[in-house]
């Protein structure tokens, strides 16, 4: 991508979830548009790899960051030493995630849990500590605007057997952006979220075998990273009086 093209150049941005996935293809398509990008995961190696590729591909200041955003204290440390190290910061991508289906009478409580904690937990955790910075980069950038960008699902609008915890944090990440949206657009810090459907992701791939046989038998082409990255992209790069404030991407193959 060439200089004229780097529509984020002197913002900072921060990806959680960054280890693998759209959390890792998001943190390269910001940075190729100028962001100096923290990227922030459980996987220090992954995250380390990840950094070196998007210097080696030109882009700015990387800065890595471990840490498990279910615990407030490691969220707001790792959007502390975003704002210390690298300056500002004008984008958060709130990516982390986890998927475990299978039917209610069948679960276990501990993988309910889990999904609240990092789907919807970690997520406020993460907003709450960012919100200062980006009403402070709305208002003194030369961008004059600010975004959050939330990851929810199309299980956020309608949900299905077997998914009903997962889609009850996807459902709450939608209502969480809606109200966040409205206290904080006045001020230019868009809040979005962004709802993929059935991509090509690890998230697919955390669930115990048998529902993976179930998934894996779904014959479609799915989404790529890469797709929701560029979407992320583009809801970033609109101009400061334009917000995108919901986005649903499904392959055209899925129902």
């Known amino acids: 991508?060439?200089?004229?093209?780097?529509?984020?150049?002197?913002?900072v941005a921060l990806v959680t979830g960054a280890t693998s996935g759209i959390g890792e293809a998001t943190a390269l398509a910001l940075a190729a548009e100028g962001a100096a990008v923290a990227v922030v995961?459980?996987?220090r190696d992954r995250l380390d790899r990840l950094a070196d590729r998007i210097q080696r591909d030109g882009g700015d200041a990387t800065l890595v960051r471990q840490a498990?955003?279910?615990?407030e204290d490691q969220a707001r440390d790792a959007v502390e030493q975003t704002v210390s190290e690298l300056g500002r910061l004008d984008t958060v991508v709130n990516n982390a995630g986890l998927m475990l289906l299978g039917p209610a009478e069948e679960a276990k409580l501990d993988e309910w849990q889990r999904m609240v904690e990092v789907n919807l937990l970690g997520l406020m955790y993460t907003s709450h500590a960012a919100i200062p910075h980006l009403l402070r980069a709305a208002t003194d950038g030369d961008r004059r605007v600010a975004d959050?960008?939330?990851v929810g699902s199309t299980l956020g609008?309608?949900?299905?057997?077997?998914?009903?915890?997962y889609s009850a944090t996807k459902f709450g990440v939608g209502a969480f952006s809606e109200g966040l949206r409205q206290e904080l657009t006045a001020r230019h810090v868009r809040?979005?979220?962004?709802?993929?459907?059935?991509t090509v992701t690890e998230?697919?791939?955390?669930?115990?075998?048998e529902i993976q046989r179930e998934l894996d038998a779904k014959a479609i082409e799915r989404l790529e990273a890469r797709d929701i990255a560029e979407s992320i992209g583009f809801i970033v790069t609109r101009p400061r009086h334009v917000s995108i404030c919901e986005l649903m991407i499904r392959p055209t193959d899925q129902l």
Do not use: Y
């Open 1 to 11: 991508m060439g200089e004229t093209a780097r529509r984020l150049s002197g913002t």
């Open 41 to 43: 995961g459980r996987r």
């Open 68 to 71: 498990d955003i279910t615990d």
């Open 148 to 150: 959050l960008v939330n």
């Open 157 to 165: 609008r309608r949900t299905k057997s077997g998914r009903a915890v």
């Open 191 to 198: 809040v979005s979220v962004i709802e993929p459907g059935s």
């Open 203 to 209: 998230l697919r791939t955390h669930n115990r075998p």
